[in-house]
Nanobody
Framework: QVQLDESGGGWVQAGGSLRLSCAASGPPSSINAMAWFRQAPGKERECVAAMSRIGVKTICADSVHGRFTISRDNTKNTIYLQMNSLQPEDTAVYYC???????????????WGRGTQVTVSS
C-alpha cells in the first residue's frame, strides 16, 4: 500500500555531512506525516525528526538540534534529512516512516522503510 525507499546513507568521518532521502508512494492520506528514526546496536529505535505534509516539523532527538534538518518536497513525496557535524554517536541504521498523524512515537507510524546505514568514524 505504501512503499518507502531510503537512500543517502554511508560512511563519513566525524564532522562530515550526509543527506538522507526517502521517497514515498501510496495514498496521500497514509503519508501525511513522515519521520526519520534511527537505531544503534543494542539500543531502542528513536525518533530523530518528523514533518507533516503542511510543513509542521519537530526535532525529536535533543542530541541533533542545530545539526540535523528535516525537509519535505510534497511534489515528489520525498522527505530529506540533512545531517551536519556528524559524530560517532550518530552511527545507526536510519529508518524512514510514514503515517497519518505527526508524532515522535514509533507506534504512531504504520509504514517503514528498510533502513539505511550511517557510519561515522572518529
Amino acid at each position: 500500500q505504501v512503499q518507502l525507499d531510503e537512500s543517502g546513507g554511508g560512511w563519513v568521518q566525524a564532522g562530515g555531512s550526509l543527506r538522507l532521502s526517502c521517497a514515498a508512494s501510496g495514498p496521500p492520506s497514509s503519508i501525511n506525516a513522515m519521520a526519520w528514526f534511527r537505531q544503534a546496536p543494542g539500543k531502542e529505535r528513536e525518533c530523530v525528526a518528523a514533518m507533516s505534509r503542511i510543513g509542521v516539523k519537530t526535532i525529536c532527538a535533543d542530541s541533533v538540534h542545530g545539526r540535523f534538518t528535516i525537509s519535505r518536497d510534497n511534489t515528489k513525496n520525498t522527505i530529506y534529512l540533512q545531517m551536519n557535524s556528524l559524530q560517532p554517536e550518530d552511527t545507526a541504521v536510519y529508518y524512514c516512516a510514514a503515517g497519518v498523524y505527526l508524532t515522535s512515537t514509533k507506534n504512531g507510524y504504520n509504514f517503514w522503510g528498510r533502513g539505511t546505514q550511517v557510519t561515522v568514524s572518529s
